[in-house]
C-alpha cells in the first residue's frame, strides 16, 4: 500500500521517521553517502520541510519503499546543491517536480530490475503526478536507468552530461511522461495487484486539498 | 562548442530520424568523430541462442557478421560476458580473460581485429523487462578522453532506444491486431480500472467463472500471460482506452 505524507516537518509523524531510518540504512549504510550519516539514524535533510511530498511503500504497516517528491519552486537538490550536474536552461516550474530518494528496503528488492515495491513507488509517483497535471519531472540517477524509463514510455531529456559523483556516474535528467507510461509501469511490474492503486486512491483522497490547489495554479 | 551541446544535438538528431537506416548514419557518423568506425546496438540472447534476430541495428563488416552468426561467437565472446555482468561502460580491454583457459574467447578476439575491430567501447543497457542489451563501438584506435566517453555512453542509450522503437512496429504489424468481443473488451476495461474478477462478476450480473473465461480468451488472443498483460496490451493496440 502507499502512503502519503506531506505538509509536516520531521518528528512529527511516526511512519515518516521510519522513512527517515530506512533512507540511512540504504543511502549512508549500503550505499556509503558518508556525508548523509547522522548518529540518531535519520537521513534528514533541508529538503525534508513542509513543502515536501513524502510516498512510502507499507506492507502490513512497515515502510519497506520510500521516494520523496518536491515542487521545481522551491528550492530542492538539483537546482540548489548539483546544479553543477545541468547545461541546459533549468526548468523551473509549478508543473515541474523534483524526485529524490528513491529507495527500497533490502529484503524487499525484486527479481526484476525494479521488483514489485519498485514498481509500487513509480506507479504511485506518476499517478500522483498525472493526478495533478504534473507531467514532468527533475531527477538525477545513473544514465543506465535512461534506457530503462523510456521503455516505460517516458521521454527523457538529459540536462547534462554524465558526471562522476563518489565514483558513480550521475545524469541530470527531465523526464516527461502520461497515462501510457502509467499502463507500462503495470505492465513491467509482474506482481502487480489492482489493491495497491485502490490504496493510493484512498490515500490520495485523505490528501490536503491546499496543496492540490497549490500545483495546479 | 561544449561536448554537452555536441551530445545533445546528436541526441536530437537521432531521436528525429524517421528510418532505421537515417538512425544508422547518425549513430555512424556520432562513432567516426570519436575515430570508430563500427558500431552494433542488440539485444543479448539466452545461451546457444541465435543473435541474429536480437540485433538491432549495425554497421559490422559483412564478413565479420556473418562468421560471428555462423559460428555462434555470442556464446564466447568475452565482450558480451561482461555486458551481462555490468551496468558500466567499459573497453573491450576491460573484458579479460584467460586466453589459456578461455581459447574460444581469444579467437572471437583475434578474429576481430582482422577485420580492423582492434579496439572498442561497450554501453550495457538493460529494460524493465530484464533484457539486456546495448551498443558496442569498435575501430583501430579510440580517442578515449573523459568527454567522448560521456558522448558515447549518452549516444548508445538514444541510439538504442530509437533501433528497438523501430523494431517493435515491425514486429506488431506482423502480427494483426486481434479482435475481441464487446464482452471481452468490457472486462478488460473494468480489470484496468483495478477491479477483481469477482467484482466485475458483481458488477455484470454473471459468475467468477464467466469472467475468468472471458478473460482466458481474451489473453490467448492478444497472446498474453495474465490478465495484467492483456490490459496492457489491449491499451496499446487501443482495444481500450
Given at each position: 500500500m502507499i502512503e502519503l505524507i506531506s505538509g509536516v516537518l520531521p518528528g512529527e509523524h511516526p511512519l515518516l521517521e521510519q522513512a527517515f531510518r530506512l533512507r540511512h540504512s540504504v543511502f549512508v549504510e549500503e550505499r556509503g553517502w558518508e556525508l548523509l550519516r547522522r548518529p540518531d539514524g535519520r537521513e534528514i535533510d533541508q529538503f525534508d520541510d513542509a513543502d515536501a511530498v513524502h510516498e512510502l511503500a507499507l506492507h502490513e504497516g512497515v515502510v519497506v519503499g520510500y521516494h520523496r517528491m518536491r515542487p521545481t519552486t522551491e528550492p530542492h537538490l538539483l537546482a540548489d546543491v548539483h546544479r553543477h550536474l545541468c547545461e541546459r536552461p533549468y526548468p523551473r516550474s509549478p508543473l515541474v517536480w523534483e524526485w529524490t530518494r528513491y529507495c527500497v528496503r533490502r529484503d524487499r528488492r525484486?527479481?526484476?530490475?525494479?521488483g514489485g515495491v519498485g514498481s509500487e513507488l513509480l506507479f504511485g509517483a506518476v499517478e500522483w503526478c498525472l493526478d495533478r497535471g504534473v507531467q514532468d519531472v527533475v531527477l538525477e540517477y545513473h544514465p543506465g536507468w535512461i534506457a530503462y524509463f523510456m521503455t516505460l514510455g517516458f521521454k527523457v531529456r538529459p540536462l547534462g552530461l554524465p558526471t562522476e559523483i563518489d565514483s558513480e556516474p550521475i545524469i541530470a535528467v527531465q523526464m516527461h511522461f502520461d497515462e501510457r507510461a502509467l499502463a507500462q509501469i503495470r505492465e513491467s511490474c509482474s506482481n502487480y495487484k489492482p489493491e495497491l492503486a485502490d490504496g493510493l486512491r484512498r490515500e490520495r483522497a485523505a490528501m490536503p486539498t491546499k496543496r492540490k490547489a497549490g500545483v495546479r495554479s | 562548442m561544449t561536448v554537452a551541446q555536441f551530445t545533445f544535438d546528436r541526441i536530437e538528431a537521432i531521436e528525429s530520424a524517421s528510418t532505421p537506416s537515417s538512425v544508422l548514419l547518425e549513430i555512424q557518423k556520432s562513432a567516426a568523430d570519436f575515430g570508430l568506425g563500427c558500431f552494433m546496438t542488440a539485444f543479448i540472447p539466452a545461451?546457444?541462442?541465435?543473435?541474429a534476430p536480437h540485433v538491432l541495428l549495425h554497421n559490422w563488416p559483412a564478413g565479420w557478421f556473418r562468421r560471428y552468426m555462423d559460428s555462434g561467437y555470442v556464446d564466447f565472446d568475452p565482450v558480451i560476458r561482461k555486458t551481462r555482468n555490468t551496468i558500466e561502460p567499459f573497453f573491450w580491454s576491460d573484458a579479460s580473460y584467460d586466453a589459456d583457459k578461455d581459447p574460444l574467447a581469444h579467437k572471437v578476439m583475434c578474429e576481430a581485429t582482422e577485420f580492423r575491430l582492434k579496439t572498442g567501447y561497450t554501453v550495457p543497457l538493460f529494460t524493465p523487462s530484464g533484457d539486456q542489451g546495448g551498443m558496442t563501438f569498435g575501430g583501430e584506435c579510440f580517442e578515449a578522453s573523459p568527454d567522448a566517453k560521456k558522448a558515447l555512453h549518452l549516444i548508445a542509450i538514444y541510439g538504442h532506444g530509437k533501433a528497438r522503437a523501430f523494431a517493435k512496429p515491425r514486429q506488431a504489424a506482423r502480427a494483426a491486431t486481434p479482435k475481441l468481443s464487446a464482452r471481452e473488451i468490457e472486462v478488460l476495461k473494468w480489470c484496468a480500472a483495478g477491479k477483481t474478477n469477482s467484482a466485475i462478476a458483481d458488477i455484470l450480473l454473471v459468475s467468477e467463472t464467466t469472467i475468468e473465461t472471458h478473460i482466458a480468451r481474451a489473453c490467448r488472443k492478444l497472446d498474453c500471460m495474465n490478465r495484467t498483460h492483456a490490459v496492457a496490451e489491449a491499451m496499446r493496440a487501443r482495444l481500450i482506452f
Open positions: 525484486g527479481g526484476s530490475v525494479l | 545461451p546457444h541462442k541465435p543473435f
